[in-house]
């Protein structure tokens, strides 16, 4: 069986592994008040040229969209999101469990929008309505498409001028960082936005995420929205170290060679696909590609391949999703070009 | 100034404060649990003749909705509801406070139809995602129309398929419930769904909501949820006692007449309104009218007449909702409808 | 049978009754954006000597308090209190519904002390413990007793020092300021917290309290928190319109007679009870008296009295109730000491 | 710096590592439904003697005692625990932020017994007082203390008694199962409880406990609760991974070898200090110690050794929590018995 399934079905890139086994021994303070977690933060104030951040290592990406919010929104405030954005669409009402909507619009290509954003507030009235007060969007999005810096810079304005934060959900960020069609760097969009975070689960980590709270408002007493959201690590440095092996050399470390490779990997399945004729849900840019495939051809490829349909079928035909990661083989991509190839022809 | 603004502007009828002046001075034990709220909970069963059912005292349409679907759903399920209904609409996030989604859809003419269940639940897949749970819908919905009895059936059949509760808010159901285009009768609402409640407020009380839950899970310690989501009022005799003078001699009692009459002054001003050439929003088949009408002629009407704009201006006209109540005159309607002639004819 | 079971077993004051039927054909906007309010609002920042503060007419006692309690912290904050003050006692853990800890605290005679304030801070370390950051008191408290004006100003000092909000529950709060004993004037108690309530169910209102928040920042975005924990009242008016009748005539108000006049009747009866050698719980300094009677007489005065019992049993001697209210007559004391003389030496 | 932190101040037992490292490269599917994490539950199952029960992953001991806690109860109900008791004293409110009182006991030794457990239903009365539903306790004890079999037969059949669920957060529960005092089995305890778990972080592992639900109805759609209270982990085999390792060779696995070191290690280190006269705070029987120790004794040791201070200082004295790990070594506690006699003798 080869897995197109996700980019977690691995453990983690072996740089990784040997940073934790060489540290395992060490006795350090617990709940990420280690020196491990400290010099990652630094690591990544360094990579993003901004000292006066919070910089803190979360388990998972539904923790950090979790906390973030409900520690940036007042009681009667709330979201503001795509339909198909991660937190809406995959955490299982966590969000609303806070107590906060996500107001959630219909986005072209998974993408939020300014215009987005002030139809949002088209259902804002007074005390007898939420208050929208936070964006959520994420880079790339829950499809795999990215925003542009002209796109990123139009949300955050328009955030700014609601009185909005606007918060990056970067599960994927080396993806999109190291994608062939972004323009919007790392640096860049940190000065974009009131807080995002840096995935770790999704390229080449064990687990772990760090999340940069650049909005001073929204880090006060952050540590303890992290334990009473029931976050916060007792071995909190294994994040750490964690991100130390991943972050080594900055723009030149293994984090975005894996998300580079991932890309490449996607990028040969997206035009071999697009060869036999193929035709996308959406236009991803990234590590994820969907395909819309017939029911009996999805069927066959399941016997040699795993991977997650996307979404109900629609006149025989259904949306798959494949992923690759670090540790994709070009010759699994070949392997599945060429069982569909067979399959079509026998169809 | 004349109110169309709502059918609360007003207290109560002069019946309803006649009985509660008369029984000012009786004492009775607290907190719904007197002879005057069981007395109303009886006339109610007999009303809808089911015996069986939980009837509970309520403040407001808010709480009714709130601490029901708080009571029906466990922390992982979800409601699904049309995007302009009240509870998503007008209640600042309430049900998303409790923990829940809203799962919104957009209706046609505010009704969910069994379709758009069905498309609400496209968004489930597993743990991922919230469970839909329950079915909000208002009868008659929040921009006026009406469910008939087919298309209520179709619901409950839905929602029982779906392993769903259907839970019918009812603040304007004497409005639905005297419509002329209405064929679903009292007795057989309360056979299609799981619970409803009888909305005093907007027609003829001072205040309260009668609340009927007929599924037995959802009522089972419910006098606890009211009290948790702080809704339990001391005197709860003042619901009952209203409730009693609102109900007395049943299908001919004033809750009846009350709401007949603002439906008459309703068609009376909706045709007033279309012979005037005005468009609608929606086709509202109770006591709210919903014209579209040009801004100055809007300006203009404001003058002598409050109402509310109902959503963003679209092309220079904006919706406004004209609604009739329990002490709407006649001549208030041929005022209006003088006053936008004459406007109407200056422009 | 004759009510000493609570003080709201009758309906309002005659003068309230009044009117309410007097206003009661007028249009108003709803949810408390009327005139009455406004003007009942104003009456009260007279009544204070305060001119800039909130003031907002709740339906009941929990809804202030939770809602207070929910807009003053944030999501890792918590409360202290008494573990007889009502918030914790008697409201279905509606504050803890709100997701804040009540951090509980033996208070002799139902009184919290600065240094019982310490106490709880004993047990907050770090972000591994909540925050301590609102004192909750009511006064009187839960058992009758006042804080004297030292009292206040110490509890209120400490918490200034530890950075807490003081909170004060006024369900009864013109029994504490009509009490002989008592020496806190409400223009002193308004500058000695940052929010209260001046509690009208409890002293000849149908329903409904006056909450007055003096501190800007709880006071922000108040009336989103109102509506979203389903507080605000449709016909919001009906609520200013009672206290501008409770308050009409300020110190020399009804709002005033009434509480000295059940002051009176709770002294007589306790003077009563003493003469005959009952012993009490605690040492209610206003309406409400605990005296402490073997079963066997409770059993018996239970024929003709409705009371509460309070507490469990201890050595065959049981804590009762007897609180009495603007409607307690004075031979319904009588009675009741009569008919317990009669009793005692019965046995 | 020696480190008597905590049990979780180093990584994983090696055995733990090499079969992360082992396992790494394999593809499975996420969030725990993967071969190992059901070869693990398997494994639980044989150990303990029962087929029929749910067991999960979990991140950590707080997303256990919260997700549990969440899952068993309704909105009104409430849970009794010791004050003492990690749930209250180290979560910062997280069980209350899932909307549930904690209702504290005092606790001798840290132990709830089935007396408390009865006086914390005198607390409730009625819907005005949350219902009390579910028993919290450790096993040992947040202060090392452990239930004797008797003991827990006798909680575990008030739970039963009262209609709650009792449930024992095991997060040391290895050093409770080895200490030489302990006459409670694990098959035994499984049975006289409804839901407990096995604590991974605190005995050997680099993170992760595996919960045991008993009772089918709080097993129900519990990995939805786990999703939704942000702790399903995506690689969740991480988890399985490492207790196939620890439990390997069931009750002679290094599971139990570690958790029976650091008890001996304790030992060694307890008879030590009270052979230097030293008194304790409670009367631990596992891993943890706590001497009372004077101010300037615990400013000297802090500069060689790592503890925490537990508890405010009472005349001059403070206790310290001293707590041994698998991987404490005897020249460490020699060191510490030995640098403390100097100081002694030195004062």
Known sequence: MIFFRSDYSQGAHPKVMEALVKTNLEHTDGYGMDPHCENAAQMIRSLIGIRDCGVHMM?????????????????YESVVAARSGHAYSHETGAVEGTGHRIITMEAMNGKLTPDLVDRAWEEYEDEHTPLPRLVYVSQP????????????TALYEKSAERNMFLYVDGARIGSALTSEEN?????????????????????????????VILNKAIDDHFRFMIKRQCGLLAKGRLIGVQFEALLDGGMDSIYF???????????????????????????????????????????????????????????????????????????????????????????
């Open 257 to 347: 060679k894996m998300a580079a490779h991932a890309n490449r990997m996607a990028k040969k399945l997206k035009d071999g696909l697009a060869a036999l004729g193929v035709g996308f849900f959406g236009t991803s840019q990234t590590n994820q590609v969907f395909p819309i495939l017939p029911r009996d051809v999805i069927k066959e490829l399941e016997k040699d391949f795993s991977f997650y349909e996307w979404g109900a079928e629609k006149e025989g035909k259904t949306v798959i999703r494949l992923v690759t990661g670090w540790g994709t083989k070009e010759p699994e991509i070949t392997a599945f070009l060429d069982k569909l190839k067979i399959i079509l022809q026998g169809t």
């Open 141 to 152: 999005t829950e499809i795999g498409s990215i925003y542009s810096k002209e796109e990123m």
């Open 183 to 211: 323009d919007l760097s790392l640096q860049e969009l940190a000065r974009l936005c009131d807080a995002f975070y840096i995935g770790g689960t999704k390229n080449g980590a064990l687990f772990g995420e760090a999340l």
């Open 59 to 75: 388990v998972g990406g539904t923790p950090c969209n979790v906390t973030l919010i409900a520690a940036a929104l007042r009681p």
